[in-house]
């Protein structure tokens, strides 16, 4: 009261420091505890067993203090990515004096600073023992190469991309496209061997503004590509091949509206739609969808909208809410359930993925600034629409009660230069299918180190510069309450990391706490199998969709400054 009200600091400076001192290497203590609760689980496992401390698989991230390149502390944390623990922390600070840090300042860059925690983190868990044999992160260069200096071996140990920051980066590049009419000299060197029409290719509103129907890319074509991408990434299972073929399909066909097609003197077709769908709507469940199965309207794809700028972990762990399509290499379709993320690889105990935003709050949409967007929002087309029934698509045809029409892409380019752009694009983020799709796994994510950071927000303001020894003290906290969900799983609903900080520092526990704590645990857990529920994940979904819209508007309007 008196700090609100009165403006009156109820601690000196010099008390609060003394506080922060001495309950500082308490909280580091518990928190490295945790960090061996999860190193020990690993190695209880068979080496053999993927997610075992010689067959590690982790996920890392970075986050800073602020927003922007000039803050001045950088965190870095690699988690276990079957159990969703803390393995490994680190941190760095440019602030600070003599007579409050006990350890060096960071001399470096802001930019810098994460390349090297990685760096130190990874020697450190190599050095104990560890073999990581998959990282699944962001597409942070630096990162990437701190972990393949420890660990050379690219066959033995692979970076994995996070397939939203993937998705996300198709999409940036796709929105930078659909302002060109020209291609300048360097992009045209560049891709002029595989593509050789690059250098003569014209847009159709070159010297005049676009149209509603001029065929160039549009708003609603982002859109859907974005949804395509995920949709692409998540059916094709385990398949890296599949996914490539997916991606080279939409960009070089689909999107232009032809769906069978000639190559090597054999029948193609796009694979992951019917050739017909139902031309009266009431034809069943799989020619309905067909019907409506343009992008942007399919009913499937605005349940699963998970956002592509409302963040990874809710896309991630969302795609389980409904089945979808698989194609296997012959072209034909499979039924299987859910996604392919961790917790289709049951026989490698990995968790569902709603574990990586166990510690967000109840609403996850609110994401920290640090964490991911996400890769897509919805189910390619047809396969968004129908979902459960993914036979092949004589199977579809033969359901039609009337005579069907053929099936027709909603956002078609006929653009020359545009379509040749989606094209180099698709083939682009096609390349890199074996570091988006592991054989294994299926696709992965970086959501449980950006969930941890969500939470770091709670215990300290990402507004203000903090000197090192606050900095490490209320981050190390956030991390201890980020990790509650991995350590109520192994410890019990009783556990709290507070009673532990009570209990070293020789302080009394207050009188109904426990209870508190207890209540606390029982509903994070109960709110976490919520967040797992179909409806659930509809609402998240909706808000989202009504944040888009909302956003749009508002961009839309014009302003009424000069």
């Not at 929105?175 to 061997?193: A, M, P, T």
């Not at 004589?394 to 020359?416: F, M, V």
């Not at 426990?514 to 645990?521: L, Y």
């Not at 909706?542 to 508002?554: G, L, T, Y």
Request: with cysteine; hydrophobic share 25%; proline share 2%.
């Amino acid at each position: 009261m008196l700090k609100a009200g009165l403006g009156m600091d109820v601690l000196t400076k010099n008390a609060f420091q003394r506080i922060i001192e001495i309950a500082h290497p308490h909280v580091k203590s518990i928190l490295d505890r945790m960090c061996d609760r999860a190193k020990n689980l690993m190695k209880s496992k068979e080496p053999r067993e993927l997610g075992s401390w010689k067959r590690a698989v982790t996920s890392s991230d970075g986050c800073w203090l602020i927003r922007g390149f000039h803050s001045q502390c950088c965190s870095f944390v690699i988690v276990d990515f079957v159990s969703g623990g803390i393995l490994f922390y680190g941190h760095l600070c440019m602030r600070g004096s003599n007579n409050i840090c006990d350890s060096e300042l960071w001399q470096g860059t802001s930019k810098s600073a994460e390349g090297h925690l990685a760096h130190k983190l990874f020697a450190k868990a190599k050095e104990e023992g560890m073999h990581c044999e998959v990282n699944w992160q962001d597409q942070d260069s630096s990162s990437g190469k701190s972990f393949r200096s420890v660990f050379p071996d690219g066959q033995l140990s692979r970076v994995m991309l996070c397939g939203g920051h993937v998705g996300r980066s198709h999409g940036n590049n796709l929105k930078e496209y659909k302002s060109k009419k020209v291609l300048d000299k360097g992009f045209i060197d560049q891709h002029k061997k595989k593509y050789p029409q690059v250098a003569t290719v014209k847009c159709v509103c070159e010297g005049k503004s676009h149209s509603k129907k001029c065929g160039c890319m549009t708003d609603e074509f982002l859109a859907a590509s974005k949804r395509n991408h995920f949709s692409a990434l998540k059916q094709s299972l385990r398949s890296s091949a599949e996914y490539a073929r997916r991606m080279h399909v939409l960009g070089k066909h689909h999107s232009k509206d032809i769906h069978k097609w000639k190559e090597d003197g054999e029948d193609q077709e796009c694979g992951f739609h019917p050739i017909l769908v139902c031309s009266c709507g009431t034809c069943g469940k799989k020619a309905s969808g067909g019907s409506n199965d343009k992008e942007g309207e399919a009913s499937g794809g605005s349940n699963d909208k998970e956002g592509e700028a409302n963040g990874c972990a809710d896309s991630e762990s969302n795609s389980d809410s409904r089945k979808g399509g698989s194609l296997s290499n012959n072209g034909k379709g499979c039924r299987r359930k859910g996604g392919i993320s961790r917790n289709n690889a049951s026989k490698h105990q990995i968790q569902d993925d709603n574990e990586g935003e166990s510690e967000s709050n109840d609403d996850s949409d609110n994401s920290d600034e640090n964490s991911s967007s996400s890769s897509g929002d919805c189910s390619i087309e047809s396969d968004a629409e129908s979902g459960t029934d993914d036979s092949d698509d004589e199977d579809g045809d033969e359901k039609l009660k009337c005579p069907g029409k053929p099936y027709s892409t909603r956002n078609i380019l006929t653009c020359p230069l545009h379509g040749l752009l989606y094209e180099i694009e698709c083939d682009r983020v096609g390349a890199k299918a074996k570091e988006v799709v592991h054989e294994e796994m299926g696709k992965g994510h970086s959501n449980l180190p950006e969930s941890k950071f969500s939470v770091l927000t709670k215990f300290r303001a990402k507004s203000t510069n903090l000197h090192q020894v606050y900095y490490e003290f209320s981050t190390n906290c956030g991390l201890c309450q980020s990790n509650m969900t991995f350590m109520i799983n192994k410890e019990g609903s009783n556990y709290h990391w507070m009673r532990e900080l009570l209990e070293e520092m020789a302080m009394p526990i207050p009188d109904g706490i426990e209870k508190m704590w207890k209540e606390e645990n029982e509903r994070r857990m109960n709110r976490l199998c919520k967040q797992k529920m179909k409806e659930a994940k509809a609402a998240r979904a909706n808000r989202k969709k009504m944040r888009a819209q909302e956003s749009k508007k508002r961009y839309d309007k014009p302003s009424l400054l000069c």
